[in-house]
């Protein structure tokens, strides 16, 4: 029988922001309410420029998986090699989660990217980023000015690749309809992620690292009524088995 000391523990990156002119660290509980309801601990990683090595080299031998969660913010482009300013910056989440990730994939922790997160793995993996995707033919990005539940209806199909892990995660599904809420998207996958799933314009809206236990990240927000939809919530059940088996062979 499992008890409380058996749940796996999930790091779960947060963000930086201000409150009330104050600066603070959010994270939004739907990506904790998933965790949980799957069966694991979420414990909430904040960050400081400067302390991203020493935050991740600490906390990653105490965790049995890793969360990178979607944000407001985006990853600042001289990260990729490309030229300009990211007016929503946040560096330290960049620092932190670029240190997090060659450490998770080392030690073969199970690995969830959404969203940023995705854009997150496809950088420290080498990849880049396109900054501005088309609006047309696919619809990547919601209007902003509408309610939330709007925000996250179905955007968009998505098809998956016929041997990938998503697909044998989801026993055979080969095409999805996702929520869309990110601007930038995937540019050059690089050299150690494998294709999951792509949108009819071909921008790929999920990936993997292909000799890794568990480590996917998708561009859209299964977090968001993963409760709804058989999909989400096969991810994060999947997400968390993974996060046992890593804990398990751990204590042997």
């Not at 991203?52 to 990729?80: F, K, M, V």
């Not at 998207?185 to 792509?198: K, M, V």
Request: charge should be negative; include cysteine.
């Amino acid at each position: 029988m499992e008890t409380i000391m058996d749940k796996p523990l999930i790091g779960v990156v947060m963000c930086h922001t201000q409150h009330d002119g104050h600066p603070a660290w959010i994270l939004h509980q739907k990506y904790l309410d998933a965790v949980m309801d799957a069966g694991g601990i979420g414990v909430a990683l904040p960050h400081r420029p400067g302390l991203g090595e020493t935050i991740a080299q600490r906390t990653l031998p105490l965790l049995d998986g890793l969360l990178l969660p979607g944000s407001p913010s985006n990853i600042e482009p001289w990260r990729y090699g490309a030229s300009g300013e990211e007016e929503e910056a946040d560096p330290g989440r960049d620092e932190l989660a670029l240190a997090l990730i060659p450490l998770t994939l080392k030690l073969r922790l199970p690995l969830l990217a959404i969203c940023r997160g995705m854009q997150e793995l496809v950088v420290a993996a080498g990849g880049t980023l396109n900054r501005q995707l088309p609006q047309n033919p696919v619809l990547h990005y919601a209007d902003s000015a509408a309610p939330l539940a709007e925000q996250y209806d179905p955007a968009h199909h998505i098809q998956l690749a016929a041997e990938g892990q998503l697909t044998r995660l989801l026993d055979g599904v080969a095409a999805l309809q996702v929520n869309s809420l990110h601007k930038q998207g995937i540019q050059d996958i690089g050299p150690r992620l494998q294709t999951e799933a792509t949108a009819g314009d071909g921008v790929i809206e999920a990936v993997s690292i292909p000799d890794h236990p568990f480590a996917i990240g998708v561009q859209w927000h299964p977090e968001w009524c993963y409760q709804n939809s058989h999909a989400s919530s096969r991810l994060f059940e999947a997400f968390i088995n993974a996060c046992h088996q890593y804990r398990k062979e751990k204590r042997l």
